[in-house]
Structure formats: structure tokens, C-alpha cells
């Protein structure tokens, strides 16, 4: 354990002074300001208004930033340190492979979390500052769906890496699973969906195995409890889940996927070869 918490030290050091980590605390910071800059909070917009307003705009944006920030950050860790040649370095120390692979992952973590959390609690605090009021639970609950994103596209991005000969190998899968989630969120599975006259059922269930969609449709639930603007499918959802059941799904989903591929990382890292 103590092999681990150093090689996770190690990487929020690295991180740190790193010049992607300042780009990534100053996104979301900055969007954060501008949204009270522009106002947004004394704005309403089909019912949302004050901090909830400002909140569910944020959190789509981030929907869309978080995923590729994680995704190009992290797949360079593991190729990165190939190409660098450290694996020759790491195996002469006494640190087992298991320690710096989860370390890594660990303290990758902290380190894309801290920003995107730092963000929301700068919102909260403004607002408080400013008589505002602070609805707790969609605080709580977002945060609570931003750290399983986290651990979702962390998992996503260690398991490209370790599979990934090499580092533009790496920063271009992760690109395209980007994209690929982002087109399938309404577009082109729509398409597929009519001109294949799939089941309901079928379409529901291709478009949740997404983990944007079903981050996108959480984030909606909370203020539309019944997913009215999702049309006949929200039927489906509800039957299946009910609205607190898809709550939770959409928590324990990204994190079960993002535990799955950081597992499969770890197994094709140890069996590969690392010179």
C-alpha cells in the first residue's frame, strides 16, 4: 500500500507541474465565472433559476469537456512512459507492477477530480456570498455524477493506454471514443434506430450502455423527475428503473465500467511487454 500512495504521489507531483493541469483548473474555473458573469443565475429557462440554473448549464458543458480532457491526459500515461523508456527504470526499483499501475490510477484521480469539484464548491460559496439560494441535494448529486465520470473515462483511458503501442496510437483512440460517444448520444443512433425498426426496448437499452447519455439524462432528472423532454422513450427508463433506481444506476454504471476497463488495463499492462 505504501508502494502504491508513492507512485500516486509521485503522479499528482508530475501532474501538478504539468501545463495540462493548469489548462484543465483554468476551463473549469473560468467557466464557472463567466456563467455569474453573463448572469445566469438570475435567468430562468423552463423552471431553472438561480444556482440550479447555473449548475445544469454547467454541468453540460462539462459533459462534453471532462471526457477528452481525462481521455487525452491519461492515455499518456502508461504509452508515455513506454516511449520514454521508464519501464526500464521502474523494474530495477522495488515497486511492483500492481502498486505503480494503481498508484498511477489513484493519484491520476485525485488530480482530474480536484479541478472539476474545486468548481462546483467556487459556485456554491459565490452563491452564498450573494444571498443565493443553494439547492443541497442537486449540489450533492452532481458532484456525486462528476466523481463516477471521473473514475469512468480514468478507467476508459488507462485501458487504451495499455493496449496502445504508442503515444498517437493512444491520443487517437481516445479521440475517437470521444467522438463516438458524443454522435451516439441523439443523432446517429436515432437514425439507426428508425431505419432499422429496432424494439424500444433495444434503442433504450444501446443508447444507457452510453455513459454520456446516461450522465446527460441523470443530470436532466432531477428537474424533470418524469424525462419529459425525452419523449416516449422516458416510458421505458421508467418502467425499468423508476426515477430513483435511474438515479442510482447512473452511478454505479460508470463506475462498474470504469472499475471493468482499469481491471482489463491492469491485465493486458502485466502480460504485455514492457520494454
Known amino acids: 500500500m505504501s508502494q502504491t500512495w508513492l507512485t500516486a504521489k509521485l503522479d499528482i507531483v508530475e501532474s501538478l507541474r504539468s501545463r495540462w493541469f493548469l489548462i484543465y483548473t483554468l476551463v473549469f ?8 458573469l453573463f448572469g445566469l443565475t438570475e435567468s430562468r429557462v423552463l423552471g431553472f433559476f438561480g444556482l440550479s440554473r447555473l449548475l445544469v448549464t454547467y ?5 462534453a469537456i471532462l471526457p477528452i480532457f481525462v481521455l487525452i491526459t491519461t492515455v499518456r500515461s502508461v504509452a508515455g512512459d513506454r516511449e520514454a523508456g521508464v519501464y526500464e527504470y521502474l523494474l530495477s526499483l522495488p515497486v511492483s507492477l500492481a ?4 498508484g498511477k490510477i489513484f493519484g ?9 469539484c474545486a468548481a462546483m464548491t467556487l459556485a456554491v460559496l459565490i452563491a452564498l456570498a450573494r444571498d443565493i439560494d443553494v439547492p443541497w441535494n442537486i449540489f450533492g448529486y452532481y458532484t456525486a455524477l462528476l466523481a463516477a465520470m ?5 478507467g476508459i483511458g488507462m485501458l487504451i493506454s495499455a493496449l496502445a503501442r504508442t503515444t498517437d496510437m493512444a491520443q487517437g483512440a481516445a479521440f475517437l471514443i470521444w467522438l463516438a460517444l458524443l454522435l451516439f448520444l441523439d443523432l446517429i443512433l436515432l437514425g439507426v434506430m428508425i431505419q432499422e425498426k429496432v424494439s424500444p426496448e433495444t434503442a433504450v437499452a444501446v443508447a444507457l450502455a452510453n455513459p454520456l447519455q446516461v450522465f446527460r439524462t441523470a443530470a436532466l ?11 416516449p422513450s422516458a416510458f421505458v427508463i421508467l418502467d425499468a428503473f423508476g426515477v430513483t433506481g435511474y438515479q442510482i444506476f447512473a452511478l454505479a454504471y460508470p463506475l462498474a465500467l470504469g472499475a471493468l476497463c482499469a481491471t482489463l488495463g491492469y491485465l493486458a499492462f502485466r502480460r504485455g511487454d514492457l520494454p
Open 99 to 102: 502498486a505503480w499501475f494503481w
Open 29 to 36: 474555473g473560468g467557466i464557472v465565472a463567466l456563467l455569474f
Open 108 to 116: 491520476r484521480y485525485l488530480v482530474i477530480f480536484a479541478p472539476v
Open 59 to 63: 454541468i453540460q458543458l462539462t459533459m
Open 150 to 154: 471521473c473514475v469512468c473515462f480514468l
Open 221 to 231: 432528472s432531477l428537474f424533470d423527475p418524469q424525462l419529459i423532454v425525452l419523449g
